[in-house]
Nanobody, 122 residues
Framework: QVQLVESGGGLVQAGGSLRLSCTAS?????VGWFRQAPGKEREFVSS????????YYADSVKGRFTISRDNAKNTVYLQMTSLKPEDTAVYYC??????????????????WGQGTQVTVSS
């Protein structure tokens, strides 16, 4: 069983920055971030393969968000800059212990965190 603990959400003004953290209880193959806004489906934000550090981003966040990992802390970070009101959502981290081609689909992940709220005011 993999436990994921997220932190770092909050309220920020448009144009501001936040950093989300996701700490896993064990080493994983990959970690992803997803988000779900009220009334909308959950969507992919970013992911990282642990061993190669290869990263992936949704078009909507490219150039503004950066995903990274700290091997010693088993933690993945999502640095979010130039935040927009449309970034407002509950952000979830997810992890998989197995290889997956895309790492951008819910079905690629077996373990999910509890979610952290990010609110961007205009």
């Amino acid at each position: 069983q993999v436990q994921l603990v997220e932190s770092g959400g909050g309220l920020v003004q448009a144009g501001g920055s936040l950093r989300l953290s996701c700490t896993a209880s064990v080493s994983t193959y990959a970690v992803g971030w997803f988000r779900q806004a009220p009334g909308k489906e959950r969507e992919f934000v970013s992911s990282i393969r642990w061993s190669t550090e290869r990263t992936y981003y949704a078009d909507s966040v490219k150039g503004r968000f950066t995903i990274s990992r700290d091997n010693a802390k088993n933690t993945v970070y999502l640095q979010m800059t130039s935040l927009k009101p449309e970034d407002t959502a509950v952000y979830y981290c997810a992890a998989t212990l197995s290889f997956a081609w895309s790492l951008s689909e819910d079905r690629d992940y077996s373990y999910w965190g509890q979610g952290t709220q990010v609110t961007v005011s205009s």
